[in-house]
């Protein structure tokens, strides 16, 4: 934490209903100048909403947005000087390429020759050198959305907005595209937020993740740091992790799941964990187990810590691994086990350890007071 | 498709097209010889005669300012209302909606009564004026002036423009307008550099449909306009009916034949140029409250308006009816059942009123058999013979009822086909107006049916006719429905045609009604009205009935007059 870069966004306790029901509640978090934040969550979540509140196309119930030191609530979207690419793109159908690309610098009053010359070169950046002259109806999707990358692009805002601007192209063109849409921002230095519900492309893009359910800002963090340490079930599910045993956490810092009788013990972790008085008071939580952190063992007489024994539900080679789905005494849970020696084939009856570095404890119960009171207010 | 199904196709599709040649084309082909071999000989003078004369010059140049400043008026007042409608959300929106449907089915004779009604000189406003200031004479008088059928001509198109444009207006993808304000376009620039282009076309093909109308008024400039004024349809019956001077009609009519087939292309190649992209495919409710003073003074303003346009004529329409000397009375309803001496008038109401129904119900069956074994034809296959054949069935939908009618007078009166006094060249006449709205409702629908539908029926033993009755007839069902509704409907209001061919014992309602507007006195003026009343009802009835139908009666194009 030692240099981060004063914010150039700040958001705070924003929060905004749609005909009684609340579509954002009480969202706060800061961005640096050109960083790169990625909105991930499920449809639903709110991620469009406080997108077009950053734009001014919709208007906040409460909380404040201050964008470069000024509280821009009531500046008019057309003089945020921020741009945005829309999900279908919305590329004026009666304009050709380059009148869509000089349509924000004639807004500025850009004079033409030199309106010219900066839709050329960020046509060019684009890929898309030449093209000036095509009509919309021409363009393929992949190219459509260039398009639409240059227009927000080429009147320099000062804060680019991407709401899914790949949702509708197929896999692979999705891919390529969010890399080079990451190169050039970065080339330019924009600072950008990007809406996604796709975790992979969010983690390819961004520099910071907020990941939103439910109006709810769930985490704020850096990509690694999601995926290492997500900060509730919620988010670990919208991961795509499974892993998730509920269970009780003792006064020694051990967890015992509720179904199965399933014990843990996460030392290395709980010594880390700021703020836990250990041994005061027995917790109700979540425990994830990241489906990397499992060897198999040994059998032992009896059960152990950190042991699991079940039977082989179903093995599937993925290429660099095999999944494992173990039918343990909590239910099913899936692990990926290297490919040599390979594990055991299905029906058999298997004793995996799991190693305290792949347990996260998550839902402990401050998190869980806390929302509870949003819920009240909110 | 299989030879047998492929001969019962054409054998279908040949019904339509006799019918068509018989009382179309050849009428049609009647009135180019009748103007250009008027004694059997060549002999263009008729034609020439137009050009040379100042009247008739007038006549056609009166005929485009006066369409030209229907059309204008209508856009001034209508896209302000499309703007309301398609952009805020309001109480009562659907009531309004519904409302704007009123004009669409309301035959044109029935508004010019309805405008007589309100703003005549006997008309309710006047009367009122005279009794409040204790008045001699009528304070308004715009009776055979261009305002009065100006007003008209809103009054019937307004709702047209505010629909389509408004339709068209909330289809558009809202996040254009939000994105050329995030590249700094304020509001004002948003609406002149992006959402006005993007209207254009739904604003053009609107204007051009309120012309072609303004251009083939009839009805309402014979009953509104008076003798001062006259459009070429009015001439053409001027000329045909009054002056018996059937070359002139003729000359008159090929102009007006030609010129309505160029503006019905112009619209037809403008909403094919017209298929840009832009709808957006995610059709959120983009209506939002009127926040703010400004806002909701459009909105109410805009809603009185249209209340005002739309209502007064009619409830001026039903009070005037009720209306005697002495206070609310039916004597008016009354007198339409008998056929007393009073009137000096040769068609006894109340058969006017049977001749209309049962005319309408042969038209009615008449045209959705036409309809259903043309769009039956066409539905299977796509390619350009297939929309050249549409086409040509479409072709009675821009020719003018008026020259219809003058073309069966001077051709359905001698052999091969004599049918003068026949009782079936009333609804004939009116099939044939009613056909091609028929046609434009069901082969739609049936198209929409997706072959593999059909496929599967015959895979599982259905033949030909089985595959129709048990697939195709059920899934379009509800369009004949609407199509049939329509066909009533305009059989019901039909004027134009009717006028020429209507003898005394086949005259219709709005025939009827325009005979007692013709001769004074108070009686024929209240009988006027209660005819138009229930006429009004009538049609109104019909659609209510199809509302209940079908989820949206929504017309595929304006009904002829």
Known sequence: MAETPPPILEVRQLGNRYQGRPLLRRVSFSL???EILCLLGPSGSGKTTLLRLLAGLEEADTGTIIFAGRDIRATPPHKRNFGMMFQDYALFPHCNVLENVTFGLEMQHCPPRERRQRADAVLAMVGLAGFAERRIDQLSGGERQRVALARSLAPEPRLLLLDEPLGSLDRTLRDRLTGEIRTILKKLGVTAIFVTHDQAEAFSVADQVAILHSGRLQQFARPEEVYRAPRNSTVAAFLGFQNLLAGRLDRTGRFHSSIGGLAF??????????????????????????????????SLPRPAWNRLLGRVAERRFLGNSYRLTLESAAGPLRFELPIDPPPPVEGARINLEITPGALVLLDREETTDLEQEEEGLG | MNGRELSIRRLLFAIPLAFLALFYLYPLTRIALQSLFPAGSWNPGQLSALTDSPVYLRILWFTIWQAALSTLLTLLFALPGALVFARYRFAGKGLFLALMTVPFVLPTVVTATAFRALLGPSGILNEGLMALFSLEQPPIRIEQSLIFFLLAHIFYNYSLVLRLVSSYWAGLNPSLTAAAQLLGASPWQTFRRVTLPLLLPAITAAALLVFIFCFTSFGIILILGGPGYATIEVEIYRQAVQLYNLPMAAALSLVQIGVNFFLMWLHARLGKNNRLGFFSDSRHDVTKEPHGVAARLLVAGNLLFLSLLLLSPLLALVLRSLRGDTGLTLAYYRALGHFDQESIFFVAPLTAVWNSLGFAMVAMVLAVLLGLAAATALAGERGRATSFWDALLMLPLATSAVTLGFGYIISLNRPPVDLRDSLALVPIAHTLVAFPFVLRCILPSLRQIPATLREAATLLGASPFMVWRRVDFPMSRRAILVGAVFAFSISMGEFGASAFVTRPHTATMPVAIFRF??????????????????????TCAAFWLLGRFSTTPTPPNHPPT
């Open chain 2, 517 to 538: 507007l013709s001769q004074p006195g108070e009686m024929n003026y209240g009988q006027a009205m209660a005819m138009s009343t229930i006429l009004m009802l009538v």
């Open chain 1, 265 to 298: 013990t996460l030392t290395g972790q709980l010594a880390s964990d700021e703020g836990v008085e250990r041994g005061t008071t027995e917790e109700m939580v979540t425990l994830l187990l990241r489906p990397e952190g499992a060897r198999l063992a040994g």
């Open chain 1, 32 to 34: 640096a100048a050109g």
